[in-house]
């Protein structure tokens, strides 16, 4: 069922997701570093990430962008916790590990809780 879901979506799948996050990431780093040397907030040599996303306006954007990245992440967390799990029950012929089952919900939550810590 995945598989053919996954068919249907033509030539923009699952696998753009990382990069979409990746380039959201770095355009957070750039736009939010940028806005605030120019203003003058943070040191433009090495400033701290959490420094230029300390006053406003620069803060609207690094929150902004952040809350991007997380949909993203959860998107990738949640679409690789579908996979391997039908990835398992096509092994019909094995007998399911429960290991790998437990390892693959377990992922999960942890994806899920640094989503959670992103918002």
Known sequence: MLERYLLQMGRIGAGHL??????NFVAMLVITYS???W???VDPVFPYIS???DSRPESCIFSMFLNVCAFFIALIVILRYHLVA???SQNSDQEEDPLISLTNRLSLFAG???VLECL
């Open 112 to 114: 899920l809780l640094g």
């Open 86 to 88: 039908e990835l398992l």
């Open 51 to 53: 420094a230029s996303g």
């Open 35 to 37: 806005f605030s040397v």
């Open 39 to 41: 203003r003058g907030d």
């Open 18 to 23: 990382p990069v979409l996050f990746s380039i």
